[in-house]
Every structure is written in C-alpha cells, then in structure tokens.
C-alpha cells in the first residue's frame, strides 16, 4: 500500500508582462491559505518520506510555508519536469519513485494536480460531486492499492480526504 498527497501551490502573484512565469511569487493571500492548509495537515503527514515540488518560486515557497510540519526525516527534491505537467507526466514521475518510499508529497500545478484528482475520482466512481479543479493550496489524500510504484495509475488510488484552505 503506497500514500499520495498531491497540493496544488498557494495562489500567486499575477502574471506580469515581460516577467518570467517561473518566478512568480505568492501573494499575501497564498501566504493566508498556507497558513489555513497547514493548519489542516497537522498530524497527517507522520510517516512522509519525500516531498517532490516544482522548481519554481512559488512551489518552493509553498513548500517552505508546510517545512514546519514535514516529519524531520522527509526529504525533498526539486523537480523541473513537474512545471505544468499534465498527468502523464505526474504519473510517470510516480512510477520512478523507488518502492521503499511509502509515503510521497508532490507539489505543482494545475491543471495537471485537478486532472489526476478527476482521473482517479472517474475510474473509482467515488466522491461524486467533488469539485472538477483544486484551488490554490488545495490537497489531495490518496492510498494506493500497489506495492510497487510502477503500478501506479488513477485507476489505482483511492482518494481519502480532500482539504482545501
């Protein structure tokens, strides 16, 4: 049995013209839903062994906001391919974890994050009427039937919880 938690990022500034979109940093009120969604996690994260997060500002950032409730043996790792990734790519990414890591945080974007959450939600048939988009520093709790994570697919992960700031 593997466990997922997939976050959208808290809500950034706005895009800027002329200003890259890889350095966007978070507004006053993504650092509010950190705070909130921090709040939410407490306790649900003993046992996380890796946090992968997207190697833009304001995934680092959201990252840094939920560091003060990471079990102190959780690793991170930055990773350019989860910039914008469809699910696809997010899938991929899973299926190269190595099996002894039970417990894995991923940290991006959407639509990617909603895709996976609306793939899962449609091959299980669970959770009907579960919003079609995660919100900014929304969360996704899923347990995934598989010893292996190159088993991993929609099909095979429950969603557990939904937490949303």
Request: hydrophobic residues 40%; charged residues 25%; aromatic residues 6%.
């Amino acid at each position: 049995m593997k466990k997922l938690i997939l976050m959208r990022h808290a809500e950034a500034q706005p895009e800027q013209f002329g200003r890259n979109d890889r350095d966007r940093c978070l507004s006053g009120n993504g650092m509010e839903e950190l705070e909130l969604i921090r709040r939410k996690l407490q306790g649900k994260l003993q046992g996380l062994q890796l946090v992968l997060c997207s190697n833009v500002k304001r995934t680092r950032q959201t990252l840094e906001g939920i560091k003060p409730i990471l079990p102190s043996v959780c690793e991170s790792a930055f990773d350019d391919g989860l910039y914008h990734a469809p699910t696809a790519s997010l899938i991929s990414r899973l299926q190269g974890l190595e099996d002894t890591q039970d417990f894995v945080m991923v940290v991006a974007h959407n639509p990617g994050v909603s895709d996976f959450l609306n793939l899962v939600i449609a091959s299980t048939k669970q959770q009907p009427g579960m919003p079609k988009m995660v919100p900014t520093s929304g969360v996704a709790i899923f347990e995934g039937n598989f010893k292996k994570w190159q088993d991993a697919s929609p099909a095979r992960f429950t969603l557990q919880e939904f937490l949303v700031p």
